[in-house]
């Protein structure tokens, strides 16, 4: 997908919603660049760009509709034939039991022949908006890009207001 600008690479099981979160992200206004499988290529050391197979290029599987053309049912500008990746997003059925990072401090990576993509782990469970959540990790994704962190700067807000209090 081509989120805001980003090449974004949702991997996930089978079923857990990817491809109904593309259709949803291009809905929106986002680019669809393949579904399932995923051709990719590098070029120098910290590039890796995203492409579809040649034979099931803008097609997509919708469950319950089969196969759909994205090209044909939203027109030109809803598709693009590759993309500079820039961000990995893992999409996994909620577990209770497993520890999951609430505040945003962790900054993950994934390698793709070699180069080290951020990456961001997303649980999923129903009632949850993936869409929205891929698109608003993209936009906090490139603020990061850009030098601003909200975790961090809440963390360091609060650090120096604990500090305050102590010296009364």
Known sequence: MDVIGVGVVLMGPSGAGKSECALDLVLRGHRF????????????????????????????????????NIRD???????????????????????????????????DTVKILGVSLPALLIPISPGRNLATIVEVAVRNHLLK?????????????????????KGR
């Open 73 to 107: 049912l939203f027109g030109l500008t809803a598709t693009s034939q590759k993309k500079k990746l820039g961000l990995v997003i893992r999409i996994e059925e909620w577990d209770p039991n497993k520890e999951y990072d609430r505040l945003g401090l962790q900054d």
């Open 33 to 68: 660049i393949a579904d399932d499988v995923i051709h990719v290529e590098k070029f120098g050391p910290e590039t890796v760009v995203g492409q579809g197979s040649d034979l099931t290029e803008h097609h997509m599987e919708i469950r319950g509709l089969g196969i759909i």
């Open 145 to 165: 890009l850009l030098g601003v962190h909200s975790a961090r700067e809440l963390v360091a807000k609060q650090s120096r207001k604990a500090g305050e209090g």
